[in-house]
Structures are given as C-alpha cells and as structure tokens.
Nanobody, 125 residues
Framework: QVQLVESGGGLVQAGGSLRLSCAAS????????MGWFRQAPGKEREFVGG????????DYADSVKGRFTISRDNARNTVYLQMNSLKPEDTAVYYC??????????????????WGRGTQVTVSS
C-alpha cells in the first residue's frame, strides 16, 4: 500500500524559507512522477511542481519558478520542496502526489493516483 507523508510545514515570515519533505513507502517508484500541489482556502488545488523518480529535471509553475526547488533522494524515497523568498500568497496546504508516468498529466490533480494528507504553510506579511 503506497503511503505519502508530507512534513516541514509551518509559519514563516515573508521572505523566509521552508523545506517540505514527502516520504513515500509501499512500492517502487521508478516509473512514477511526484508532484507538489497546494490549495489555499476557497481556491482550487494548483500544481506547484514535480519531478520524475527516474531522473531528469524538475518542472515548476510560473508562480514559483526561481523561488522553489524540487529535489529527490531515491535512497530515502523522499522528494523535497525547498521554498525560498516566500510570499503571503504562498500560504496554502501543500500536498505531494504520485502518478504513473504513462497516466499522469502534470498539472491535473485527477491524474495522480496517490496523495499525502498535506502540510500547512503559512506566510505572514
């Protein structure tokens, strides 16, 4: 049974940094894509970025490009989201999600098979 567990959220001032982790267990993930999404109150869940487990560079939404960095540690089955220069509009619940590379459409939440429970990120002004 695949499980995804996010950690690292919290409260930070604008301009600060946080690093989120998503630990995956229960399967092998070489054929999968790990995406990061976020959802603010009253808004739809939006794609933040993601990365293939097997290699390659990460993808990013325009809103976070240059500020956020996604990396993976295959030995630990963990994907990281380093968030720098945080803004109040980055406040949301952040989720990691896993999708098979043949089925996933990067920015579409419904195409991902597994989701974590989310971690709250709050950026104060």
């Amino acid at each position: 049974q695949v499980q995804l567990v996010e950690s690292g959220g919290g409260l930070v001032q604008a301009g600060g940094s946080l690093r989120l982790s998503c630990a995956a267990s229960g399967s092998t993930f070489s054929g999968h894509y790990m995406g990061w999404f976020r959802q603010a109150p009253g808004k739809e869940r939006e794609f933040v970025g993601g990365i293939y487990w097997s290699g390659g560079s990460a993808d990013y939404a325009d809103s976070v490009k240059g500020r956020f960095t996604i990396s993976r540690d295959n030995a630990r089955n963990t994907v990281y989201l380093q968030m720098n220069s945080l803004k109040p509009e980055d406040t949301a619940v952040y989720y990691c999600a896993l999708g098979h590379w043949l089925k996933v459409r990067l920015t579409e939440p419904a195409s991902y098979e597994y989701w974590g429970r989310g971690t709250q990120v709050t950026v104060s002004s």
